[in-house]
């Protein structure tokens, strides 16, 4: 799901990271593999109980996987529940998904602030520019990365000019 302005006031861009549908299958049939393996062909209550616990615990754990959100809106950067003001928004930089290694690996600071999603390929990362923030930059993962940098391009504060009245 991506909206672009007009489905919040004020959002620019918005995306959920949501699962893609073959991701669903193999821990369903895990999920029930299991259930099967506890249940063993006893009767009663270990007949029935794994199969009303592990099959709905496994469905509620992939769906709250998708829930993830990329938000730019009200002058702020959202991934999931953090919040970047875009007055610290340094450059932005687009990787593809040869890059994800070199980025999310050993050249990765452990200060970063990171959102991987392994089923969404492009990744961005956002240096930040604020002198009191211990982190260095974000990187996360998005559908849209183009969209998203238009987005924060758009939506950042004009640098103010010395000398003009504000």
Same mark, same amino acid.
Do not use: C, Q
């Given at each position: 799901?991506?909206?672009?302005?007009?489905?919040?006031?004020?959002?620019?861009?918005?995306? *959920?990271?949501?699962?893609?549908?073959?991701? &669903?299958? %193999?821990? $369903?049939?895990?999920?029930? /593999?299991?259930?099967?393996?506890? +249940?063993?062909?006893?009767?009663?209550?270990?007949?029935? $109980?794994?199969?009303?616990?592990?099959?709905?615990?496994?469905?509620?754990?992939?769906?709250?996987?998708?829930?993830?959100?990329?938000?730019?809106?009200?002058?702020? =950067?959202?991934?999931? @529940?953090?919040?970047?003001? %875009?007055?610290?928004?340094?450059?932005?930089?687009?990787?593809?998904?040869?890059?994800?290694?070199?980025? %999310?690996?050993?050249? %990765?600071?452990?200060?970063?602030?990171? =959102? +991987? *999603?392994?089923?969404?390929?492009? /990744?961005?990362?956002? =240096?930040?520019?604020?002198?009191? @923030?211990?982190?260095?930059? &974000?990187?996360?993962?998005? *559908? +849209?990365?183009? *969209?998203?940098?238009?987005?924060?391009?758009?939506?950042?504060?004009?640098?103010?000019?010395?000398?003009?009245?504000?």
């Amino acid at each position: 799901m991506t909206d672009t302005a007009g489905s919040r006031p004020g959002a620019t861009f918005r995306e *959920r990271l949501y699962v893609t549908w073959y991701w &669903w299958p %193999l821990p $369903l049939v895990a999920a029930g /593999l299991l259930a099967a393996e506890i +249940h063993m062909g006893y009767p009663g209550v270990r007949a029935w $109980l794994p199969y009303v616990l592990i099959i709905p615990l496994t469905l509620l754990l992939i769906w709250r996987a998708g829930t993830t959100r990329v938000e730019v809106a009200g002058g702020e =950067l959202r991934v999931a @529940d953090a919040a970047l003001p %875009l007055e610290f928004a340094g450059p932005v930089e687009v990787f593809g998904e040869k890059d994800k290694r070199r980025v %999310l690996g050993p050249n %990765l600071d452990p200060a970063a602030f990171l =959102l +991987h *999603r392994g089923w969404v390929r492009p /990744l961005i990362r956002v =240096l930040v520019v604020d002198p009191d @923030d211990p982190t260095p930059y &974000w990187v996360f993962s998005t *559908r +849209h990365p183009e *969209r998203v940098v238009e987005a924060i391009a758009a939506a950042r504060p004009a640098p103010s000019v010395p000398g003009e009245p504000e």
